[in-house]
């Protein structure tokens, strides 16, 4: 009996780079026409499932295992454009919330009509969808893993990234 040879790991991580770099450039493109980028998307999608929640821009940077200051960037973009507005607390004055504005509900909305980023999958069917989905969790497991392992970045917490990876897998995806 034959075997096929199993894949080289880069040649994998390869294909994994290729298909990231692809796809989140069809998603900036149709965002673009929104005059949003796919992290603003992101940010926006966050702070609509944790409408209950106090949001602050220290979340949103674990979320995205970012640096705070980049991400304080992006949230000044965004209340400047008026879909969200930055809030000190009143309590704890260098505490900032950061909460959803109308016009960053809609514009949450119609990013999420992924029109053409739901063509990248079309020629998949709902059993490959499923497999696709399972194995990329697993290697993004496994890289927080590894991540959280490294000695060079011992002093992330990267626990909010995988919870909010699990709220995912069991909430309707917008």
């Given at each position: 009996m034959t075997r096929t040879p199993r894949l080289n790991t880069f040649e994998i991580w390869g294909i994994i780079m290729q298909a990231r770099a692809v796809a989140y450039n069809v998603r900036r493109k149709e965002?673009?026409?929104?005059?949003?980028?796919?992290?603003?998307?992101?940010?926006?999608?966050?702070?609509?499932?944790?409408?209950?929640?106090?949001?602050?821009?220290?979340?949103?940077?674990?979320?995205?295992?970012?640096?705070?200051?980049?991400?304080?960037?992006?949230?000044?973009?965004?209340?400047?454009?008026?879909?969200?507005?930055?809030?000190?607390?009143?309590?704890?004055?260098?505490?900032?919330?950061?909460?959803?504005?109308?016009?960053?509900?809609?514009?949450?909305?119609?990013?999420?009509?992924?029109?053409?980023t739901s063509k990248l999958f079309e020629n998949l069917s709902d059993d490959e969808i499923k497999t696709l989905y399972s194995l990329l969790t697993k290697v993004m497991n496994n890289s927080v893993k590894a991540l959280a392992e490294s000695a060079s970045d011992t002093n992330r917490d990267l626990s909010i990234f995988h919870e909010y990876d699990t709220k995912l897998k069991s909430e309707d995806l917008p």
């Open positions: 965002l673009t026409e929104q005059d949003l980028t796919p992290e603003q998307a992101g940010i926006l999608n966050i702070l609509h499932k944790g409408k209950t929640k106090i949001i602050t821009p220290a979340k949103i940077a674990k979320e995205y295992l970012r640096e705070p200051h980049t991400i304080s960037v992006i949230l000044k973009r965004m209340e400047d454009k008026g879909l969200i507005a930055l809030t000190k607390n009143l309590a704890r004055r260098n505490m900032i919330r950061v909460t959803l504005t109308e016009k960053g509900e809609n514009a949450r909305t119609d990013a999420f009509r992924l029109d053409r």
